[in-house]
């Protein structure tokens, strides 16, 4: 059966980053600077991305901004008729940079924040960094760009939610992304330090609800479920090789960022394929599409068609094996690894993460 064209592409045009985030998703062996894919390669992969559907792409990284050749990457990707968004930690938005890359064609920024108090928020994020993201969602606003901001959730800022919503209105933003952590890469190995109780994410989606109501859908409030604490899986992605693909900064294809951490995956780089034998040919993306790979019980689960059997590098993480159901979902046979984790002791003290580098 043919796949569906994909409508976005993530592209992660650098592993490189100033900031040290402990709950960063990026994998603990990072791609060196070295290898990054060219403007003239992304601009090939824009064009064929574009030629098989796809029609937005989030500029990511790391941080992108660390890409001197940020503007003819934003240019490529719009001259292929792609919509595009830049994924940024702030760091490096300058009013000269940003008018540079609105020329290039760029259409929206979604800024990262990890805390409405200074202080913790350059603790979590490994660096100084809150009056350079302050000053970045300023320049946007200003430039008249739609302005999004990314809060990643976990035990050391759940707490203060309701100062972070309330940072994001400051800010002016038009969407805040409330998303809890997904334990992937480095998250992963920082799990103990950054998974929340099940009574702060009650009280955290409570803290939602309330600000809904009070703010009237201006800006949208968007929460990513905690899938550890709900007992629920969720469909990775919008499910496998379904609605999105990854290209990492060395043009491996994904399909999805935390993939190539599965053993046996081998995914095609945009060096070697076109990207429309990749999204429908591979092996890589054709290996958890549709039913024919579930066991029971999702294989007999109503759920199967929302939630495409939740997530296969979570499986792979919790229990060594990526076919197996996610031990998120509650009727998962391996979900007392979740239950152990999430209603287990929690470390006692200041939260410790281990960092990655900023970025080679």
């Known amino acids: 059966m043919t796949p569906d064209p994909p409508w976005a592409l993530l592209a992660e045009l650098t592993h490189g980053c100033p900031l040290r985030c402990g709950y960063c998703s990026n994998p603990v062996e990072l791609v060196g600077r070295s290898e990054e894919l060219s403007a ?18 989030h500029l990511s990284g790391g ?7 940020l503007p003819a990457v934003v240019a490529a990707a719009d001259t292929a008729g792609l919509y595009t968004q830049l994924v940024t930690s702030g760091l490096g938005l300058s009013e000269r940079r940003l008018a540079a890359l609105v020329a290039a064609g760029l259409r929206s920024v979604q800024l990262s924040v990890q805390h409405a108090d200074a202080a913790l928020s350059e603790r979590i994020a490994g660096a100084r960094s809150f009056a350079a993201k302050e000053r970045a969602a300023r320049l946007v606003r200003v430039a008249g760009l739609p302005l999004g901001l990314n809060i990643v959730l976990h035990r050391g800022n759940l707490d203060a939610l309701d100062d972070l919503i309330a940072l994001g209105v400051a800010w002016d933003a038009d969407r805040i992304e409330l998303a809890n952590t997904q334990f992937h890469g480095w998250a992963q190995r920082n799990r103990a330090a950054l998974l929340p109780t099940p009574a702060q994410t009650g009280r955290a989606r409570d803290t939602v609800t309330r600000w809904r109501r009070r703010l009237g859908g201006t800006p949208e409030l968007v929460w990513v479920a905690p899938d550890l604490v709900d007992a629920t899986a969720k469909p990775c992605m919008g499910g496998w090789g379904r609605v999105s693909l990854t290209v990492a900064p060395d043009g491996t294809a994904l399909p999805c960022p935390a993939a190539a951490a599965l053993p046996g995956l081998d995914p095609p780089n ?10 429908r040919e591979s092996k890589a993306f054709n290996a958890f599409r549709g039913e024919s790979w579930m066991r029971d019980p999702c294989r007999s689960c109503a759920l ?6 939740g997530c296969r590098c979570q499986a792979y993480a919790l229990t060594g094996d990526a076919t197996r159901t996610d031990p998120a979902c509650r009727h998962a046979p391996d979900h007392h690894l979740v239950r152990d ?8 003290g200041d939260l410790a993460y281990a960092y990655r580098e900023g970025g080679t």
């Not at 199967?304 to 059997?309: L, N």
């Open 270 to 279: 945009v060096k070697d394929r076109r990207l429309d034998w990749i999204w």
């Open 63 to 69: 941080e992108p901004l660390l890409r001197h050749d």
């Open 304 to 309: 199967r068609t929302t939630d495409h059997g």
């Open 341 to 348: 984790l999430v209603h287990g002791p929690r470390p006692r």
């Open 40 to 57: 003239r390669q992304w601009a090939d992969v824009f064009r064929q991305a574009a030629a098989l559907g796809v029609v937005q792409t």
